[in-house]
């Protein structure tokens, strides 16, 4: 069993920055891909990225390619997502996700791969 956490949302104007947390409990987070999705209001929830086991390998959408940045702690069980450059459409609840993954290497950008799951974080960019 793996509980997440996040933290780090909030408002900011567009260009800004903000970076998000996910803690994660238990002693496997190492056995674990990351990945942060969101969720607009109306909308569907939205893959942003994902990082490999060891985090020698990240993935992202092309919205946010060039822009946002996964990086992860395997000694503070953390994730991170990196948000720069912020533009009104990134307005959503962000969450991050675990997948356990038996070998390193591998990140899904499908929900449904993904194990558990943190209760999200609001993230406002004002125009």
């Known amino acids: 069993q793996v509980q997440l956490v996040e933290s780090g949302g909030g408002l900011v104007q567009t260009g800004g920055s903000l970076r998000l947390s996910c803690a994660a409990s238990?002693?496997?987070?190492?056995?674990?891909?990351m990945g942060w999705f969101r969720q607009a209001p109306g909308k569907e929830r939205e893959f942003v990225g994902a990082?490999?086991?060891?985090?020698?390998?990240?993935s992202y959408a092309d919205s946010v390619k060039g822009r946002f940045t996964i990086s992860r702690d395997n000694a503070k069980a953390t994730v991170y997502l990196q948000m720069n450059s912020l533009k009104p459409e990134d307005t959503a609840v962000y969450y991050c996700?675990?997948?356990?993954?038996?070998?390193?290497?591998?990140?899904?950008?499908?929900?449904?791969?993904?194990?558990?799951w943190g209760q999200g974080t609001q993230v406002t960019v004002s125009s």
């Open positions: 238990g002693r496997t987070f190492s056995s674990y891909a």
């Open positions: 996700a675990a997948d356990h993954a038996p070998i390193d290497g591998v990140v899904y950008s499908t929900a449904s791969e993904y194990d558990y």
């Open positions: 990082i490999t086991r060891s985090g020698g390998g990240t």
